[in-house]
């Protein structure tokens, strides 16, 4: 049995419904927060179970009789994220899975600028030293963040954040498809994958550039201090924890850590990843 963790989020959903076109619904389960959230999937034949990081005895449950399992990283930072993850290791190890997979990042370095980076490196360890054959998917910067760092500029046409440098943008749906192939073809990927992006890396202003183009009106690019940005999120609200922890992200890319462009994400859909283009073209026009 697969067995998929946060399958009602945007990426365990997706690799959800990929893994469903590929085996039986009867061997496949999900562990998510909110089982009722998931009703549609139980109502497929998929084994749904209640399952969080915060609670292993929960996930002893949700990962019963799983041969493989996919630990969907959690959406936080610091050293909760790290116990959590570890926690879902150490269950699926219980469990008698023969093999975890987890979602890393193309930038999990334990000296990153950006935080999160830092707890994939972190995970990456607990995975080598738990005893269990591992692939740790380190995949490309998601798309979604560059739309979502554009979304303001989409309203007063100009692209305001600090220095930043090039990100190697990766769709989403691209890259549940690689993990699904991972969890299904154990002979194409093991250990820490090689960076899993869409080409070619690009900077804001590349990005600001390419909505220009799509719109049809300017958006431009304006470069300001890492203080005076910090001071401008926390004025609008933000937490000056999250402010510090988006501030590693510019402070992470200035240094290229999301920069590299890899093939093998391409080798393994047998197709090119979206383009960054193509992703803000689709996702622009609505």
Do not use: C
Not at 6 to 31: F, K
């Amino acid at each position: 049995m697969i067995i998929v963790t946060g399958a009602n989020g945007q990426l365990g959903r997706a690799i959800t419904e990929r893994l469903l076109q590929r085996v039986p619904a009867a061997r496949l389960g999900v562990s998510v927060r909110n089982p009722e959230q998931a009703s549609a999937l139980a109502a497929r034949g998929v084994r749904v179970r209640r399952g969080t990081f915060e609670d292993p005895a929960s996930l002893r449950h949700a990962f019963e009789g799983a041969s493989h399992v996919l630990i969907v990283s959690v959406d936080s930072a610091g050293e909760a994220a790290v116990r959590q993850h570890g926690a879902a290791i150490e269950a699926a190890r219980a469990a008698g899975a023969h093999r975890v997979l987890y979602t890393s990042h193309m930038g999990s370095n334990p000296a990153s600028r950006f935080a999160p980076m830092r707890d994939h490196a972190a995970t990456e360890a607990l995975l080598q030293g738990s005893g269990v054959a591992f692939t740790s998917l380190r995949n490309g910067f998601y798309a979604a963040s560059a739309l979502m760092l554009l979304e303001r500029a989409l309203e007063t046409g100009k692209l305001v954040a600090p220095e930043d440098g090039p990100v190697s943008w990766t769709e989403h749906g691209d890259l549940a498809d690689a993990a699904v192939i991972a969890l299904t073809d154990e002979a194409r990927l093991g250990g820490s994958t090689p960076p899993l992006t869409a080409s070619p890396a690009l900077d804001l202003a590349e990005i600001a550039a390419i909505a220009s183009e799509l719109l049809g009106r300017s958006i431009t690019r304006v470069t300001v201090s890492d203080r005076a940005f910090r001071a401008d999120m926390v004025s609008h609200g933000v937490p000056e924890e999250r402010a510090d922890l988006l501030l590693g992200l510019f402070a992470a890319s200035r240094e290229r850590e999301f920069a590299a462009v890899d093939p093998t994400l391409e080798r393994l859909l047998g197709r090119a990843p979206m383009s960054m283009r193509h992703y803000l073209a689709a996702r622009l026009s609505r």
